[in-house]
């Protein structure tokens, strides 16, 4: 069946049913772990949509999730982080990219897994510093680096982990944190010239059924034991990290 009609290039029926099926399984598993549903969406999303547009049509509909989200957990947000990790977003897309724009994006991939590793193994290097200095820190470098490569949730998530009194707290500030960095992210890519509008029905598809892949993991994560919550946190961002090593060494043919 074709959808010319509703102006999404590239895509059939088929085609926007599978991607919101996975905006809906990658959404809940978001909701459980706050990391890991985002990048998993990207390569997905990587095999229908040009290049040039993937970053921004998957920035949206990342927010969209992260709003949905927020309004479902808005009592749990951990709201004194969000004003750091702002105006450090807010510089780090000011900055761009003198630097690691000149990198290979496999040096970014690994750049992001060791950094991961670190904060997610060693816990006192979580809590470096004040709070507030911290989350500037994290904001700055997750949207600097965001700019360019689209799995910097990983680099929100340990930080959060290690103040967050429950999974609850967690992933409320989590999405909170990220609708924030969406928003930056997109003011930027507006500035650049970006025109998504064509691809708005697929979006809205997109969101809508990750309102309901949240839905469903809110239940599930209101039911789960929190230590059973530590030990799955960790041991995804521990594989999300040794991943993006992997990728990052066989592209840059190490192996």
């Known amino acids: 069946m074709d959808l010319s009609f509703l102006s999404v290039p590239g895509a059939d029926a088929l085609t926007i049913a599978l991607l919101a099926l996975a905006s809906f399984c990658t959404a809940c598993m978001g909701m459980l772990t706050g990391a ?19 970053l921004p049509v998957h920035t949206v509909v990342q927010l969209g999730v992260s709003v949905t989200r927020i309004v479902l957990l808005r009592s749990f947000i951990m ?29 970014l991939l690994a750049f992001i897994g060791a950094f991961v590793l670190l904060v997610a193994w060693v816990p006192s290097f979580g809590m470096i510093g004040p709070e507030k200095g911290r989350f500037t820190f994290v904001g700055f470098i997750a949207t600097f680096l965001g700019m360019f490569v689209s799995s910097t949730g990983l680099l929100i998530a340990p930080f959060v982990a290690h103040i967050a009194p429950e999974r609850r707290n967690y992933a409320a500030t989590v999405a909170v944190l990220g609708m924030s960095m969406h928003i930056i992210k997109l003011t930027a890519f507006g500035f650049m010239g970006f025109a998504i509008g064509a691809y708005l029905p697929l979006m809205i598809a997109m969101v809508a059924t990750a309102f309901l892949g949240n839905f469903v993991g809110r239940h599930i994560l209101s039911r789960m034991p929190e230590q059973f919550f530590r030990i799955f946190l960790k041991a995804l961002l521990t594989l999300l990290a040794l991943r993006l090593l992997w990728v990052s060494a066989r592209d840059l043919g190490l192996f």
């Open 36 to 54: 890991g549903g985002g990048p998993i969406l990207l390569a997905l999303m990587a095999l229908v949509l040009p290049p040039s547009l993937l």
């Open 79 to 107: 709201w004194t982080t969000l004003l750091p990790f702002v105006i450090g977003g807010a510089i780090g897309a000011a900055a761009g990219a003198p630097i690691f724009v000149s990198l290979p994006g496999p040096v």
